[in-house]
């Protein structure tokens, strides 16, 4: 009965093609039918990437533990395909065996070492899930994570009895490069003849059985990245990390934001079906960490089961936030608010971008967060009454800050700052922001800057009471008609000045003007004031001669100077060359830093639910046993002066702008002077 192998072997394959597709197909209809998203450029920078996130698996070794663990199993698993496809061909073609060729003998010694690699890589992630237990697998789906590992342990273990019966019937005596396996062969060195045989059969449809299922099992289990993975970071965004966010055709869109299953882009889908819930994401959002009902991982999770449920035509699940809340039905097929994401989930995001740095598939979170703030905000008003407020004032001042455009300008009082007007050829504007114009506790940041650059004799001017808001704000709340609409007026004030260079103090303007103002015809060069002074610095036009004292400082890293725009090194740099100071790192830092709580318009809104994103921040300073913060961002100043002065902690704690300690450095008036003495009458 040699031909029932080959005929079984047929069978196998076409009913497990069946079931997959079967499960798979709707999800993959559904990408075809998608909103489109042109991914394909670059295909060289592409392969990089893939050789670098997925081949290196660089971002799951940043945790060695479980880093570890997957890359065993991930290498193994790719050379299992070698083996698997050799077990197909010994059921479809009896008489072969690969193993009794020479030239197969490098290959099968290392599926037999990545075979207990994959052992080992399984035992080291039972461990850190059942033992170990980390606060990043809550929510994930622990019998899914179960069933998994269970049916990567029988695939790798049916392996190594389909070669070790061999071994152990002497099938192997011309070649036998397989040490485990040769190992395992004497569990069976008792067996004789036909029994051996029957074994090695029964191991190799085992074997091929539980491939079967496994592939079965996969189409709907959130190992789906294993097929998934490698084109998902193959057809990563390529822009600029600050460029995260697409530009709405205002007037063409049929509809604004994502509020549907059937709105997503067919990109968006792969993102939800190459989550690995690994929680990497979890960990290091503030929101979450803070107890927000926001996680990054359970946002796409539940994205990912309502499209699931929409692509396959099931009823929708719930929110893993509402779960157990009394509430209306479910809603019609595809929606997405507050059933599937609530709404206090989107207000909650800062838009730090620590969700997208630490995701090992590239998965991107906070462009799928703002599209459905869009939604919100464009075709249903809702919005957070403080962040309304905001936007009214944007609208109607020209900054979210409530206040007269005519005292823009009070943080020059005395000054001698230089106007645009006046100066039309100056090298530099020095665009301001609304945040270190209209916040008094900015003042200093702004007047520091002034009088470092005029001491470099740096050519430069501002706007004064042309400038208005440049509109990221609205943008990060979803309000992209107010941001095309600021933009568009800040953009043809620009071009009829002539500005073509400008320095900001605030990461949010200057990741706004630099990064996503192309897309509006705006082109500029844009420098934030730490990169200018950082390179005045090297020049030898600025020079650190007065020091601070023996200063110990740690730096705190605006998300969007470092996460977004990767410029971690010239804050740090101004500092150390500053006499005295001692330079303290804060236990998460640079990449990993941890957010002040401001960004994502955050900064207009009451924060409720759990602790205040910006106190944890400050005693995560404080526990560098600094005497200063450092600040590079006017928002961040903001949020650490509120933390520092509602914890009692000013007698141990201060915190400034890496300017006005650059400034103080070098022995520079910035301070406006005193106010003159009421006069009493007697």
């Known amino acids: 009965m040699i031909w029932l192998n080959p005929v079984a072997l047929v069978v196998l394959v076409a009913v497990t093609g069946f079931l997959f597709w079967k499960r798979l197909g709707p999800l993959v209809t559904s990408m075809r039918q998608a909103q489109p998203e042109p991914r394909l450029d670059h295909p060289g920078q592409r392969l990089r990437g893939v050789a670098v996130f997925v081949l290196g698996q660089k971002r799951l070794l940043r945790w060695p533990f479980s880093g570890i663990a997957h890359f065993l199993i991930f290498w193994g698993f790719v050379i299992l395909n070698v083996e698997i496809l050799q077990a197909g061909l010994e059921a479809l073609v009896p008489p072969l065996n690969l193993e009794q060729q020479y030239w197969w003998g490098p290959v099968a010694f290392l599926q037999d070492l990545l075979a207990a690699a994959v052992l080992l890589g399984l035992v080291l992630a039972a461990l850190n899930r059942y033992v170990l237990r980390p606060s ?20 790798i273990i049916t392996q190594l009895g389909l070669y070790a019966t061999q071994i152990a019937a002497g099938a192997d005596q011309v070649v036998n490069l397989r040490p485990v396996s040769a190992a395992v062969a004497n569990l069976f060195r008792g067996f004789h003849g036909e029994s051996i045989w029957a074994w090695h059969e029964f191991f190799l449809w085992a074997h091929l059985l539980v491939v079967a299922g496994f592939l079965v099992y996969l189409a709907r289990s959130k190992h789906l990245h294993i097929l998934t993975a490698v084109p998902n970071v193959y057809l990563r965004s390529l822009e600029p990390a600050g460029r995260h966010l697409p530009l709405l055709d205002i007037e063409q869109a049929d509809h604004y934001g994502l509020a549907r299953a059937d709105q997503l882009t067919w990109k968006q889908q792969l993102d939800l079906a190459t989550c690995t819930e690994c929680g990497r994401c979890q960990v290091h959002c503030p929101a979450f960490n803070t107890g927000k009902p926001l996680s990054p991982k359970l946002f796409i999770t539940d994205l990912r089961d309502a499209w699931y449920a929409q692509a396959r035509a099931e009823p929708p699940p719930r929110s893993y936030w509402a779960q157990g809340e009394p509430g209306a039905g479910p809603p019609a097929a595809g929606g997405l608010m507050d059933w599937s994401v609530l709404e206090e989930t989107l207000w909650s995001c800062t838009t730090c971008g620590a969700c997208v740095e630490q995701c090992p ?230 990449g990993e830093s941890m957010c002040c709580g401001a960004g994502g318009g955050r900064i207009f809104m009451e924060e409720s639910g759990g602790q205040r994103i910006n106190r944890v921040r400050v005693q995560q300073a404080q526990e560098t046993g600094a005497d200063r913060a450092a600040v590079a961002c006017p928002f961040c100043a903001t949020m650490f002066q509120e933390g520092i002065s509602s914890q009692a902690l000013g007698d141990r704690l201060g915190s400034a702008d890496v300017a006005v300690l650059v400034a103080e450095a070098m022995g520079l008036d910035y301070l406006p002077p005193p106010a003159p003495a009421e006069v009493v009458q007697a």
Request: net charge neutral; aromatic share 8%.
């Open 361 to 590: 598939v590239l998965i991107e979170h906070v462009p799928a967060i703002v599209e459905m703030r869009r939604s919100l905000v464009l075709e249903e008003s809702r919005m957070p009454k403080e962040a309304q407020r905001a936007m009214e004032s944007l609208e109607q001042r020209g900054n979210p800050y409530q206040l007269a455009q005519s005292t823009r300008m009070r943080w020059a009082e005395g000054l001698d700052v230089p106007l645009l007007a006046d100066n039309p050829k100056a090298e530099y504007l020095y665009w301001v922001g609304c945040a270190t114009a209209f916040d008094e506790a900015n003042w200093p940041a702004a007047r520091a800057t002034v009088a470092i650059l005029k001491a470099a004799k740096v050519s430069f001017a501002v706007l004064g009471q042309e400038e208005t808001c440049n509109g990221d704000p609205a943008r990060r709340l979803g309000n992209e008609y107010l941001f095309q609409t600021q933009a568009q007026e800040v953009v043809g004030r620009l071009e009829r000045r002539g500005v073509r260079r400008i320095i900001a103090s605030c990461p949010h303007c200057f990741n706004t003007l630099s990064r996503e103002y192309p897309d509006l015809g705006g082109n500029y060069e844009v420098v934030h004031h730490t990169q200018l002074l950082s390179q005045l610095l090297d020049a030898g036009r600025i020079h650190l001669t007065k020091g601070l004292g023996q200063s110990r400082i740690t730096y705190h890293d605006p998300c969007y100077l470092g996460r977004w725009n990767q410029e971690y090194d010239a804050p740090r740099h101004l500092l150390e060359a500053i006499p005295g100071v001692e330079l303290l790192e804060m236990a998460r830092s640079r």
């Open 136 to 155: 990043r697998f809550q929510g994930s789906h622990q019998r899914d994570a179960t069933v998994i590992l269970v049916l990567i342990a029988v695939v």
